[in-house]
Each structure stands twice: as C-alpha cells, then as structure tokens.
C-alpha cells in the first residue's frame, strides 16, 4: 500500500466547511476494518464454521486477468479528491504505483491496465450486485474481486439494513448470474469491514466526527460519542449484521469450487486513522487501499484458502 506518504490532515477552516458542506449531500459506502475490544463480536463469530472452500485443485494462483466489483471502496471514493471516484487507486485494479493493486501485483503494470476491468459503483448494495456482475462476465476474466456489503449495514437507521436472507438472495444471485457467462471464472471475496472499528478509531477526530454528524453511515456513526445504552445496541446491531453478512458470504462461496473466500481478513485487520480519507474520515486513503491489495494478493495467491 502506497508507501508514499499521507498527506497533512490540517485544514484552514475555510477548507474544512467547505469538504463538511459538499460532503453532506452524498450517500458514501465502504470503510475501514479490523477487530475491537468493544465489538459485541469478535473477529472469530465473522469466520464460524467450516472456512471456504476446501483445498481446490482447480484453483490458478496466477490468474491473467482481473475483473472487480463492488461499491465506492473499489472504486477508490475519496481517496484522491473529495467527492470523486479515483479507480486507480482501486485496491483491486489500480494503477497507481503506490498502491499496487491485485491486477498489479498479478499481472504487472503494463499487462494489468490492458486486462482488467472495475465494474464497481459507488453506494452500491448487493441488490445490484448481479447486474454488475453480469458486465464483470462480459470480460471473460479468470479472476473476478467481490466487495460489498457496507451500504446493506451503513443506512439511516438499523431498521433499513438489508435483511439477511435478501443479502443471501442477491448473492446467491450473483454468483449464478457470473456462471452463466463465465463459468470457469475464478471469485474473490472479500469480507465486509468492520464498522464498529471504523466508530472506534474515528471517533478520536474531530473533524472526522463533525463530517460524520452529516448523515454518513448513521446507523453506526450517528451520535459517535454517545454512550447511553441505546447507542451501544445500535452499534452492537450494526455489528451483528456485518457478522451476519460475512457468514453470507462465506457460507454462499463454500458451495463454488472456484470460489475464495479471505477468511475474514479484511473484518479483521487492525485499519488505523492513517489509512483513511483524509476527506472524509472514513474510506480507505491510498495507504488504506494499498493495505487491502496486499490482503488480496496473499489470499489469491496461497496454496490452500485462508482458514
């Protein structure tokens, strides 16, 4: 992850209303991760049960073309320049040197802007995930990246996450809809960050936290000092349903030969303030994107998937 150095995080207060302004009018997905002393879970419950696929023979370390979906986390939202998508800085099919995404770390550099493909958006939710993969098979890619799941938990209150049997649904979807085109396409999937880590790390920054009180991810960021007994369940809900997705997700990719999934290791790495936008105090920053591209390419390329 970009080794280059993160830019100051000072502000004038000119500035700083000026980003908290723009900020305020755009739904934002994805986060940080990793495991917290005050989750309700631990990082283990994100993983219960048997891991994704058993050893599969099958399974080609060294795939030659990438294609990723997912929500504003590939697309690299607010890492480059507030309120823009910057793809290439994508963990997973970026250009950028520092970052050296998965298609980078695979293919190299020259090869990887030829055959890779980032068909993610922005606030996605899984239920447009099958859409997205539909223009993901059209590439024909032996590789195909899957992150999603932030949006379903990131939403104005507990009350309008995704429910876990339509996250289901939709993935189960998604994964027929990829077969129909692409059959012997290789997935890698990434689990869901951990949000209740993001809380807790963000929290100590108070600019991040007044950009928080514009509406992002409320249903754990809303009121992020408060410690009253209904603001702890709503975090400790929040914090369930990622766990919940990410046995989804594991559970559904399980039964694809040519399915890997991480093993839990992007809900569980220890993400800190300086992997994230310096925009908006919550998407991975470069150094943040770079991070998850290392996480990828050691599972994508292990002998055996992640326990």
């Not at 309700?40 to 073309?65: E, H, L, Q, V």
Request: glycine share 6%; hydrophobic share 40%.
């Amino acid at each position: 992850m970009p080794e280059r150095a993160i830019r100051p995080r000072s502000r004038t207060s000119a500035a700083m209303l000026t980003a908290v302004s723009l900020l305020g009018a755009v739904a934002l997905a994805g986060c940080t991760s990793g495991p917290d002393q005050t989750a309700k879970n631990t990082p283990a419950a994100s993983r219960a049960g048997a891991p994704s696929p058993s050893p599969t023979p099958d399974w080609n370390r060294r795939p030659a073309s990438v294609a990723a979906v997912g929500d504003s986390i590939t697309r690299g939202f607010d890492a480059c320049s507030v309120l823009a998508d910057c793809p290439e800085v994508s963990w997973a099919t970026g250009t950028d040197d520092g970052v050296r995404s998965l298609a980078v770390r695979l293919l190299g550099a020259s090869k990887a802007a030829a055959s890779s493909w980032n068909h993610a958006v922005s606030g996605a939710r899984i239920a447009q995930l099958p859409e997205q993969m539909a223009l993901a098979a059209k590439e024909k890619p032996e590789l195909v990246t899957v992150m999603i799941g932030a949006n379903d938990a990131c939403r104005d209150s507990v009350a309008v996450m995704t429910p876990v049997a339509d996250f289901r649904a939709s993935f189960e979807a998604s994964m027929r809809q990829l077969r129909a085109t692409a059959p012997k396409a290789q997935v890698y999937v990434s689990s869901v960050p951990d949000l209740k880590r993001l809380w807790s790390t963000g929290r100590t920054n108070e600019l991040g936290k007044q950009i928080w009180k514009l509406g992002i991810c409320k249903s754990m960021l809303g009121d992020a000092d408060s410690m009253d007994a209904a603001a702890v369940a709503r975090r400790d809900a929040v914090q369930d349903q990622v766990v919940a997705y990410n046995d989804v997700l594991r559970d559904v990719c399980a039964k694809d030969r040519r399915c890997r999934y991480d093993g839990g290791a992007v809900f569980d790495y220890r993400f800190t303030g300086e992997q994230l936008s310096q925009w908006d105090w919550f998407h991975p920053g470069r150094d943040g994107q770079a991070r998850l591209a290392e996480i990828a390419y050691r599972n994508v390329t292990a002998g055996e998937p992640p326990a």
